[in-house]
């Protein structure tokens, strides 16, 4: 991997010197706003659902592939991408997004 590696807290928990750390080393805290919940849930149209109902522009979405065979997330993120992109929707990495001063 080439691009510069941005940091996503774990379970999105910001901890009282997290920030200042961060920006010591000239990072960024990532998080997201709309969650797939495919941690609970492998029903690809919950993950779905839960997305969908959340998203907006700018969104960051979260999706885990994780190291066990995920098939309700490959489903749902399938379903997400074809559904934002016809309504117009397009996408980036968060790297992208820091390289074009959008974050």
Do not use: C
């Amino acid at each position: 991997y080439t691009e510069e590696i941005v940091f996503r807290p774990p379970y999105g928990k910001k901890l009282f010197s997290l920030p200042w750390v961060l920006s010591q080393m000239s990072k960024k805290t990532i998080t997201w706003d709309a969650e797939s919940n495919d941690t609970q849930t492998q029903d690809a149209e919950t993950l779905v659902r839960n997305v969908m109902t959340r998203v907006q522009p700018g969104s960051i979405l979260l999706f885990h592939d994780g190291a066990d065979s995920k098939p309700g997330t490959l489903q749902a993120v399938e379903k997400v991408i074809q559904s934002l992109t016809a309504q117009g929707f397009s996408f980036a990495t968060v790297n992208e997004l820091i390289k074009d001063g959008l974050m």
